[in-house]
Nanobody, 123 residues
């Protein structure tokens, strides 16, 4: 059972990146997926989440209107599309799975975590 976040890299301010969260060993069909991030010297913070059915998404105010979460259950993958990136978006991004969940902001609610992928926004 494994979650793997990928797609991070170096991007200029104003640019875009798409992160992927792929599951192996289990199906994501009944899991809400949350995205979190942790910048150097800061605590982990909630970025956004998507309901297990994909009907609902929820975003932190800091990314609302710039980030979009969507899922492709056929590919057992959830995506985080990040547009209009800012330097303050620089962080390690993690995805997490919450069974039958609604996509909580509370990390302990999640059953599985990916290893994280680094996003650096810099000119």
């Amino acid at each position: 059972v494994q979650l793997q976040a990928s797609g991070g890299g170096l991007v200029q301010p104003g640019g875009s990146l798409r992160l992927s969260c792929a599951a192996s060993g289990f199906t994501l069909d009944y899991y809400a997926i949350g995205w979190f991030r942790q910048a150097p010297g800061k605590e982990r913070e909630f970025v956004g989440s998507i309901y297990w059915s994909g009907d609902f998404t929820y975003y932190a105010d800091s990314v609302k209107g710039r980030f979009t979460i969507f899922r492709d259950n056929a590919k057992n993958t959830v995506y985080l599309q990040m547009n209009s990136l800012k330097s303050e978006d620089t962080a390690v991004y993690y995805c997490a799975a919450e069974i039958h969940g609604s996509g909580s902001e509370d990390p302990p609610k999640y059953n599985y975590w990916g290893q994280g992928t680094l996003v650096t926004v810099s000119s």
